[in-house]
């Protein structure tokens, strides 16, 4: 089945480590997005990606940084410099080159602080 | 970056009764679209809007683009107790890389 996979769905962080929340996608999609949600709250940008190699900040990218070598896969990672880093975070992708193609997100990992 | 105001903030329904949300933007966007988000899981894309004016229909659902660009609403007729979820607002502008969201509308449905 076609998708976007994010794992895992439960991550915990202790106090100065950093951790890595994986997204893949198999739908051929160029673009992918990391998104943090807080409760009550819409969802804010962290991070984004146009195509393999390329990626730019969002509206709260400080204390995280992502990668993007691959086409289907954009990892983030939660470095120790993110304070607040308990939220629900999701990865979505869409089709680019057909701009208003919408974004279709995972299932979400919840990142909670030990 | 600039969200969208999305009212009510949560809802508490009867089964049967229908339902109307809506959202709006001091700015325009060329797509608006509407989000089911279920505890646990990300959101579902339920109806994408496309022109203004433009009003869309998907089973019991109906969204409309407002004439302005900076509206948009959803209404769920004969709601039923698997309606229940938090429902976000996005507005997209064209040749943009991200979208706006609204803060969500949480429904709840009485059977």
């Known amino acids: 089945d076609g998708g976007i996979t994010q794992s895992p769905k439960y991550l915990f962080r202790k106090e100065g480590q950093n951790v890595t929340l994986s997204c893949e996608q198999n739908?051929?999609?160029?673009?992918m997005y990391w998104y943090r949600q807080d409760p009550g709250q819409g969802l804010r940008l962290i991070y984004y990606?146009?195509?393999?190699?390329?990626?730019q900040k969002g509206d709260i990218a400080e204390g995280y940084s992502v990668s993007r070598e691959k086409k289907e896969s954009f990892p983030l990672t939660v470095t120790s410099a993110q304070k607040n880093p308990t939220a629900f975070y999701l990865c979505?992708?869409?089709?680019?080159?057909?701009?208003?193609?919408?974004?279709?997100f995972g299932d979400g990992t919840r990142l909670s602080i030990l | 970056g600039q969200q969208l105001n999305q009212s009510p903030q949560s809802m508490f329904i009867q089964e049967g009764e229908d339902v109307s949300m809506n959202c709006t933007s001091s700015?325009?966007?060329?797509?608006w679209l509407w989000y089911k988000q279920e505890p646990g899981e990300g959101p579902v894309l339920l109806i994408a809007?496309?022109?203004?004016?433009e009003l869309t229909s998907n089973g019991r659902l109906t969204a409309q683009f407002g004439i302005t660009r900076k509206d948009s609403f959803l209404n769920i007729s004969a709601s039923i107790p698997s309606d229940v979820g938090i429902y976000f607002c996005?507005?997209?502008?064209?040749?943009?890389?991200?979208?706006?969201f609204g803060a969500g509308t949480r429904l709840t449905v009485k059977p």
């Open positions: 990606s146009q195509i393999v190699n390329d990626f």
């Open positions: 996005a507005g997209q502008l064209y040749g943009n890389n991200d979208m706006r």
């Open positions: 700015s325009i966007f060329n797509t």
């Open positions: 739908l051929n999609h160029d673009a």
């Open positions: 809007l496309y022109k203004a004016g």
């Open positions: 979505a992708s869409r089709r680019s080159g057909q701009s208003n193609q919408p974004q279709h």
